[in-house]
């Protein structure tokens, strides 16, 4: 969707460093996600997010840190402590409510140098 | 919490054939049901979904149907075509989890011309 924005669209990871995913959605969305895919596989939870200044670890939360400071952005720092990030990672948002469908970005794909 | 198990994995049909995807959850309190379309190195697209006070939904080519005494859900594609080549995945949400899709681990559908 045009509305939900992922940069950058490549990253390489260096042994110990922190890197930083970003996601900014103009959808006025409540709920944000961020999940992990690896080869041939589905999607994992990472964290979510319902509202401003409030997450909750998903799945797969280790080595992996958020904020939500600002109802448009929900970016995913991964951590050196996540020793396996190579991954495509993809942000969602939707309407805060039990019967809503999430609406992705075009994914952020992260690999280690 | 919930669990959606997702059949088969891979899928190769002929074109012109009908494809169909089994979904099963385990959390009866389940009202929600999309499903996405992933193309490669692409994000997951919504492409139906259903709520539980529907029996069966279709959309051109595409139906969903729902059995919420069995719990399951599945996805028919018919008259296939060689762009419905992707990956798909059924989700399932409900109530109390805002939002929140637990993900079937997908299914490569494969179309032949």
Sequence with gaps: DGGITQSPKYLFRKEGQNVTLSCEQNLN??????????PGQGLRLIYY??????????????????SREKKESFPLTVTS??????????????????????HFGD??????L | GEN?????????????????????????????????????GKRPQLIIDIRSNVGEKKDQRIAVTLNKTAKHFSLHITETQPEDSA?????????????????????QVVVTP
Excluded at chain 1, 93 to 100: K, L, V, Y
Excluded at chain 1, 107 to 112: D, H
Excluded at chain 2, 89 to 100: I, R
């Design chain 1, 49 to 66: 997010s319902q509202i401003v200044n409030d997450f909750q670890k998903g799945d797969i939360a280790e080595g992996y840190s958020v």
């Design chain 1, 81 to 102: 402590a996540q020793k396996n990030p190579t991954a495509f990672y993809l942000c969602a948002s939707s309407i805060r409510e039990a019967d809503q469908p999430q």
């Design chain 1, 107 to 112: 994914g952020t794909r992260l690999s280690i």
């Design chain 1, 29 to 38: 969305h409540d709920a944000m996600y961020w999940y992990r895919q690896d």
């Design chain 2, 87 to 107: 990956v798909y995945f059924c989700a399932a949400s409900n109530s109390d989890s805002w939002g929140k899709l637990q993900f079937g681990a997908g299914t």
């Design chain 2, 4 to 40: 959606v198990e997702q059949h088969p994995s891979t899928l190769s049909v002929q074109e012109g054939d009908s494809a169909v995807i089994k979904c099963t959850y385990s959390d009866s309190a389940s009202n929600y049901f999309p499903w996405y379309k992933q193309e490669l």
